[in-house]
């Protein structure tokens, strides 16, 4: 089994800075994707940003240029930096990572527990 645990989340003023991190554990053999996501009440959950194994990002259009994702892939560590914060990034943020547990077969995707994401204005 895989464990994805996030940290970081809290209460933070518009314009204000704020670090996600999300460390996978368990039963790896190796991870491609990691990446966020968030949800927001009454929206369905979207894409914030990926990261692969192998340096290649990717944004939503509403993060580009204020959140930044990194990878630590000895650690199977994701971050997710965002800065210049605004109310309507407030949101329960998922980390998502596509895992292999053996050297064969499909991916697996796997959820963190969600970590709430406040912006006031």
């Known amino acids: 089994q895989v464990q994805l645990v996030e940290s970081g989340g809290g209460l933070v003023q518009a314009g204000g800075s704020l670090r996600l991190s999300c460390a996978a554990s368990g039963s790896i053999f190796s991870i491609n994707a990691m990446g966020w996501y968030r949800q927001a009440p009454g929206r369905q959950r979207e894409l914030v940003a990926t990261a692969t194994s192998g340096g290649s990002t990717n944004y939503a259009d509403s993060v580009k240029g204020r959140f930044t994702i990194t990878r630590d892939n000895a650690k199977n560590t994701v971050y997710l930096q965002m800065n210049s914060l605004k109310p309507e990034d407030t949101a329960v943020y998922y980390c998502?990572?596509?895992?292999?547990?053996?050297?064969?077969?499909?991916?697996?995707?796997?959820w963190g527990q969600g970590t709430q994401v406040t912006v006031s204005s």
């Open positions: 998502n990572a596509e895992v292999r547990v053996a050297g064969w077969g499909p991916p697996h995707y796997y």
